[in-house]
């Protein structure tokens, strides 16, 4: 399975990103992504399962929002209103279960400046 992350990068306290994340090989339950600042533990930010069902942080809800195509085995993170806190290095990951990862992406950063 080959997790394939795309659409990081630097952007303004108030701006938008949306990060994608291609699976090729296995159809998984839960898709979802992941994050980690400097000097901290890596948190679930969203999580999404086949049928659906949704799962936020809760720093990242009312401004993030994670959907799902199952033709394409694709998930993306729409990421509003973003703050300096969110700033990090993002990875999707695909496992039966949100908090149970069988394979994560390689990390894209999302910088978001003050």
């Known amino acids: 399975v080959q997790l394939v992350e795309s659409g990081g990068g630097l952007v303004q306290a108030g701006g938008s990103l949306r990060l994608s994340c291609a699976a090729s090989?296995?159809?998984?339950?839960?898709m979802g992504w992941y994050r980690q600042a400097p000097g901290k533990q890596r948190e679930l930010v969203a999580g999404?399962?086949?049928?659906?069902?949704?799962n936020y942080a809760d720093s990242v809800k009312g401004r993030f929002t994670i959907s799902r195509d199952n033709a394409k085995n694709t998930v993306y993170l729409q990421m509003n209103s973003l703050k300096p806190e969110d700033t990090g290095v993002y990875y999707c990951?695909?496992?039966?279960?949100?908090?149970?990862?069988?394979?994560w992406g390689q990390g894209t950063q999302v910088t978001v400046s003050s």
């Open positions: 990951m695909v496992g039966p279960r949100y908090t149970i990862v069988n394979y």
């Open positions: 090989g296995s159809i998984f339950n839960a």
């Open positions: 999404i399962t086949s049928s659906g069902s949704t």
